[in-house]
């Protein structure tokens, strides 16, 4: 993958020395569509014309751990082919379906100041800041994220598996960012487009707990707009515990792995994007405030063939650069595939599973351990329990492979708070 160019525009306004900034949402991005795993995805082929957005108004539904009048927003053309261009830009927060609560649309520039911006392929810019009007306490609120594509967009730099409803105009259709209702919207999506993070001014103490790895910390099978994966209910548990000034986000991708391919090529796209290594650098290090990092990655690599020991030699390389940030890691165990139908589903991948997983346990390489695999097993058949495999998304008996609601809330619950949030 091209190296990025990463560009942060600051507005000319006085910040406190007190507050600083820190990533409240993460929709790491992998593929130009439509390469990935989405779930529930509508059918796009006839509003996404070859597979390109056209003159066409997005409206990104996405919900920040944090809320702040003032926040940032990250733009994506890292995997694109050509200079993408975007104008009326807004933000405001999310009503019902692609409404907005009214008064609560701002502008969003860029720049210092422009209403328009151009991202070269490979790059990535954050946005001016926006300041949002004062409002209630917004917590489990939603952000509406919208922006026109002027032009043809060529390949569109995505997240697939968002499992929240965001809105498309149709194509063609011209500027609607600035409206609030959903008149302009007629169309859904199941995946985020060309917006890959937002950043909030928070209180200089705020910590930040990620999710890292593949299609179990993205949420596969867990309920759409349920916000029911395992960093979700970690989210529950920190608010629980009264624990303030702690924010949880997800850099999980559907089909992820730590090493493999040793250099993604987005003119051949897979569908898990660019190995844990390799993004880590985009979804992680240049993320603000990321304090800990919990990291459940393996069984994709695995059901490629990679072997253990070059899983753990990544692993390693991996939370050498993170601890260079000063960033605490914390291995998570990788949850039984056993009998699931993919690749990774055989005994001889099982043994392999619980090399890796002695290693996460006792070799000394993390901060801490999260015990996934203890959380989701089913000892007496070594497969995972089987009332966490009713697919909790689109229905049916379960792959297997990835737990429900059910196994996600589980493995949160199994997370000791005291390894996130040492004194």
């Known amino acids: 993958m091209k190296r990025f160019l990463l560009l942060a525009a600051f507005a000319a306004l006085p910040l406190l020395a007190a507050d600083k900034w820190v990533a409240v949402w993460a929709g790491s991005t992998h593929g130009p569509y439509p390469s990935g795993n989405p779930v529930a995805q509508p059918e796009l082929g006839k509003i996404l014309a070859g597979n390109t957005a056209e003159d066409m108004t997005m409206r990104m539904i996405v919900k920040p751990g944090l809320w702040s009048q003032k926040l940032r927003i990250r733009f994506s053309n890292v995997l694109g082919d050509r200079p993408l261009t975007l104008d009326g830009a807004f933000a405001g927060v999310h009503g019902s379906a692609g409404n907005l609560l009214p008064g609560t649309n701002r502008p969003v520039k860029f720049h210092g100041g422009k209403t328009t911006v151009t991202l070269a392929p490979g790059e990535l810019i954050f946005s001016d800041p926006v300041d949002l009007p004062k409002a209630a306490d917004l917590t489990d609120r939603r952000l509406a994220i919208s922006f026109h594509v002027v032009g043809n967009s060529g390949p569109l730099t995505w997240h697939a598996k968002s499992l929240t409803t965001s809105y498309l105009s149709a194509s063609r259709a011209g500027s609607h960012g600035s409206e609030e209702t959903a008149d302009s919207f007629p169309f859904t999506t199941t995946s985020w487009f060309v917006v890959d993070a937002v950043e909030a001014m928070a209180p200089a103490n705020t910590r930040v707990i990620m999710g890292f790895g593949d299609s179990i910390t993205d949420g596969t099978a867990s309920t759409i707009n349920g916000d029911d994966r395992w960093p979700d209910f970690l989210t529950h548990r920190l608010r629980a515990a009264k624990t303030p000034g702690v924010v949880v986000v997800n850099a999980g991708i559907g089909g992820n792995r730590v090493v493999s391919p040793e250099h ?113 097993l089913d000892p007496p058949t070594g497969a995972l329990k089987p009332e966490f495999q009713p697919n909790s998304s689109t229905g049916g008996p379960g792959d297997r492979l990835h737990p429900n609601r059910a196994g996600y809330q589980a493995m949160a619950n199994s997370i000791d708070l005291k390894t996130l949030l040492p004194r």
């Open 264 to 376: 993604y090529d987005k003119t051949k796209p897979i569908a898990g994007g660019p190995s844990a290594l390799e993004r880590l650098e985009r979804d992680v290090l240049s993320l603000s405030g990321i304090t800990t990092v919990i990291w459940l990655e393996g069984i994709n690599d695995l059901g490629a063939n990679i072997p253990p020991d070059a899983i753990i030699d990544g692993f390693k390389q991996g939370v050498a650069r993170m601890k260079q940030k000063g960033i605490r890691v914390i291995g998570a165990t990788v949850t039984s595939a056993l009998t699931a139908t993919s690749s990774a589903g055989t005994p001889e991948k099982d043994a392999q599973r619980k090399t890796i997983n002695a290693f996460i346990r006792t070799g000394g390489l993390f901060d801490a351990m999260a015990d996934f695999d203890a959380a989701t």
